[in-house]
């Protein structure tokens, strides 16, 4: 099992659509097992200034991180057809184990 993460900010958007919803679709359509969608309270892209989204009156971009797990094949795959569709965001790959009882 392998598990990617994708860092993006939240106000991406991607055909009038926000990306994070995009990639979640995206996902969907390619039968990845499982995924989730993570705000980040604190973050940063490209050494740019810290976002605080969580301050009063912030107008800071969120960070988000999405995650998700499937087989090795499965990741490569669906990150390649991905990635003919959009270059944003940060991709780090990386193995896990299956829990099981």
Same mark, same amino acid.
């Given at each position: 099992? *392998?598990?990617?993460?994708?860092?993006?900010?939240?106000?991406?958007?991607?055909?009038?659509?926000?990306?994070?919803?995009?990639?979640?679709?995206?996902?969907?359509?390619?039968? *990845?097992?499982?995924?989730?969608?993570?705000?980040?309270?604190?973050?940063?892209?490209?050494?740019?200034?810290?976002?605080?989204?969580?301050?009063?009156?912030?107008?800071?971009? *969120?960070?988000?991180?999405?995650?998700?797990?499937?087989?090795?094949?499965?990741?490569?795959?669906?990150?390649?057809?991905?990635?003919? *569709?959009?270059?944003?965001?940060?991709?780090?790959?990386?193995?896990?184990?299956?829990?099981?009882?």
């Amino acid at each position: 099992m *392998v598990q990617a993460q994708i860092f993006i900010n939240k106000n991406e958007f991607l055909g009038g659509q926000p990306l994070y919803e995009f990639i979640m679709q995206f996902l969907i359509k390619h039968q *990845v097992k499982s995924a989730t969608a993570f705000n980040g309270s604190l973050g940063y892209l490209q050494g740019s200034h810290l976002s605080r989204p969580n301050d009063l009156f912030s107008f800071d971009e *969120v960070p988000l991180l999405i995650t998700f797990i499937d087989s090795e094949e499965k990741i490569k795959e669906v990150l390649k057809s991905l990635r003919t *569709v959009t270059q944003s965001g940060y991709v780090i790959i990386h193995n896990v184990k299956e829990w099981s009882e």
